[in-house]
């Protein structure tokens, strides 16, 4: 009885140690969430030690050594092969000033399809206005080099479609473009990494569109979950579902076994 009880918590924990091993890196930890139509900003009351990277004091054009996120002395992060633009009907915040891009095109003979942040201190939050998004568009978050989350312009496309109000999401909501490039959305989105940290984001855009952004905000932590939520974390059970099948199989050795003993006794 006591080899078999020992053989069967061998098993579970042999069976939990695989779950947890092979559990994928990139296992769901973000809330995502949208805000109302021509929000273009975070919701900063709610956020702690907020950053954000707007881009105007920036020079327009190409760059592949990019630049460093630098906030009151502050070194937030580091952005390589970027691409600033001044306004037009496809970004800037406010219709005013300039935006982050990635785009084959406009980056010349750099056919730039990628940009990526290494921020300087792990952080939870993440927030950026998302404008004129397209097909193309893929925005990628890592932890010490471990893809955590992914995101596509479909993704969002796919909420805002669900929505009474989405063709209030398309076309430029600020005042000097009104309305102009009518059939993509115009959101501001945030990334709560509710199961931990990122220090890696990285701006994808592959094809001859251009993938537009800005007011970049960072944030070391958050006081709750705000916006229309895209996608909520699931609640992790699958863990705790290997921890009771693990009991429930010693359970049911050691019931059989009291079984068997009985009816033997009983002969």
Known sequence: MKSLLIK????S???LSLATVTRPVMAASFTISIEDPTIQTANY???VNTRVQNFDALTTGYSATGFTWVDGGTNIGSYTNT????????GGAGGTGKYFDVDTNRSGANKQTASTLNLTTAQSYFGLWWSAGDANNVLEFYSKGNLVERITTADVVSYIAKLPNKTSYYGNPNSAFKNQNSGEPYAFINF???AGTFDQVQFTNIGGTGFESDNHTVA???KSITGNVIRAVPESSSVLGVFVIGFVGVASVLTRQVKKKLVLELS
């Open 45 to 47: 009351s709610n956020l």
């Open 83 to 90: 691409l600033l633009v001044d306004k037009d009907q496809y």
């Open 8 to 11: 069967s918590a061998i098993a």
């Open 192 to 194: 709560y990494d509710v």
């Open 13 to 15: 924990s042999v069976v």
């Open 220 to 222: 070391t932590g958050y």
